[in-house]
């Protein structure tokens, strides 16, 4: 492995705001995010990242390329679930495997906003349609854990339509932030973009500090209690992503050339969804454990991708 290209990622400013939030947990600091700025802050990234990708959309051609993009990334979301939920639906029931399928086919748009971090410091940016790729990467693990989770779970007789879940997993707040500002984005043309730049461009870096600073915290709080529920699902929470992200590292040759949506793909691989997908199960699963599923994803998968993972996969992109 480059050791430096991980030392670099581990000496990120975010990135060490995010392990200052763990510390103050350990430390037992009273350092908090107010709940209203943090989901200020959520949105705001959510809406830059979507604008930002609709004005590079605007300035791509319609192109095959898009197409595959699109194509292979939404196959990710549907295969991912399939081989999580039964590697796991033994060990923990079908409602449990089915929350924690949907949480690893889906994506975290957290950790997508951290790998644009990371590829900004290699002087690398993915094309624009990623945002729109990442954005209908939500959807398809969510509609497939709910269908096994009535098929083999507890609540397969339970519960609301797949419709309704179907309608949940579009609507969700920021499925439905991006994709709406990816549309303003497309729509707005280069003088009124500039107007807002400064909002949507020079603040970007400083709010993603704050909001890995909240996660750090939050993660903090929840790692303790998860760990103490048995090493199985921290082994999993670690190997599972890694699988994920490598394989996708190496079969994303295939779709593009291009390293840096490479890297996004991998990194959307070995990502797992903390935002959408346990408002979805509250819905769709109320028997599944969020105690289970929020954890993994958040305080083990997500700790681990933008520290280890990353380099790890943009190490494969450039080598394969």
Known sequence: MDFSLLLDNLTNPALLFFVLGILAVRFKSD??????????????????????????????????????????????????????????RK????????????SYGSVSAVTFVTALSFLETQSLSPNGYMV??????????????????????????????????????????????????????????????QGIKPFTNDLFKGFLAIFLLDMGIVSGKKLNDFIKSGGFLTVFALVIPLINGVAVAILSASVSDNIANRFIFAVLAASASYIAVPAAMKIAAPKANPGIYFPMALAITFPFNITLGMPIYFLIVQNY
């Open 132 to 193: 729109a790729t990442m954005a209908l990467m939500e959807a398809p693990s969510i509609i497939i854990g709910v269908i096994l989770i009535r098929l083999f779970g507890e609540s397969n007789a339970e519960g609301p339509r797949l419709r309704s879940i179907i309608k949940h997993s579009f609507t969700n707040g920021s499925v439905l932030l991006i994709l709406g500002s990816l549309v303003i984005g497309l729509l707005a043309n280069d003088q009124q973009a």
């Open 91 to 102: 060990r923990l029931g079908g409602d449990d495997a089915g929350a924690i399928a949907a």
């Open 31 to 88: 350092l908090c995010i107010p709940d209203s700025s943090s989901k200020f802050i959520s949105l705001y990234l959510l809406l830059s990242i979507g604008f930002k990708g609709g004005q590079e959309l605007a300035h791509s051609e319609f192109s095959l390329d898009i197409i595959k993009a699109v194509v292979f990334g939404i196959s990710i979301a549907a295969v991912i679930p399939f081989y999580v939920f039964f590697l796991l």
